[in-house]
């Protein structure tokens, strides 16, 4: 693939020059333990959204370091509010990617795991309709499936009327998903914060201002802050930063509890 914009890591330094897919995969890699990454792209005003969505916000260079991500994690957790709103399709790496993938003795497709407490999904949307392996369900005891969601998808209920995440992440790790992309959207991204569960935050920085309106990529109840060192700055030479966060090794997040049969 011809790469249009390049990209650098600036901090720390040294400064890497132009990098190399094999480079940023090594940058960003996979945890030797369980791990919770989630990404997110806003503007420099802290814009969640531009007129709605996500992709105003994203270039190519996000979108780059976005599918390389993607490659890296067993399984993409995202928030029902965003598999419906940004009409999401089923999770298919490019096929040097799955090549990859198979190199490192990974399943060639991440799982999909969407988190939802009403149910309220469409078996026929790509994400499930398509899905090259089962998508999970994360959801909680008192949720009614809709007709067809349990062909296409498992159901896992963790909590009696809210999902329970923590229970969620830990069933996802006992069925051998432990590197988990999330993918947001900020109701979900705030729970998890809430709960102690990120270890780590990848976040895109678009230049440009969104003005007054979107939220941040954050939102639902208040917590306690969460500190959250600086690994890397990535620039892009359209203006665009990739910043990451992640907890030091030595203070991993709450272990989570194990979930309703
Ligand atoms: N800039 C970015 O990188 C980015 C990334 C993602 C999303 N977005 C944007 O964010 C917006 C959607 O975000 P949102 O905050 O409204 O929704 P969200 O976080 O995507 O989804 C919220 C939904 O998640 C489900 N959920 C179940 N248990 C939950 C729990 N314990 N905690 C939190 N959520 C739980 C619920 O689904 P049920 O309703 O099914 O119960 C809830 O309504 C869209 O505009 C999207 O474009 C932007």
New binding site residues.
Partial sequence: MSVATPIERIWPAPATGALTDPQLTALYGRADRPHLRV????SADGA??LD???AG??GEPDKRVFGLLRMLCDALV?????????GYRAVRPRPERRAWRREQGLAEFPTLVV???????DPAQAAFADAPVRPVV??HTGAVPPPGLTDVADLVRCGTD????AAGLAELRRRGLDQLLC??????????TAADLVDELCLTVAPLLAGAGP?R?T??DAGPPRHLPLRHVLAAADGVLMLRYARDPADPPSAGSTPAA
């Fill in positions: 990404n997110f792209v806003a969640v959204t709605g969505y996500s916000l994203s995202v928030a029902a509010g965003t598999l419906r709103h940004e988190v939802s407490g009403s149910l309220d999904l994360l959801t809210r999902v329970d995440l993918e947001g959207g900020p109701h979900l991204f705030g729970a998890l939220g990529i939102a639902g």
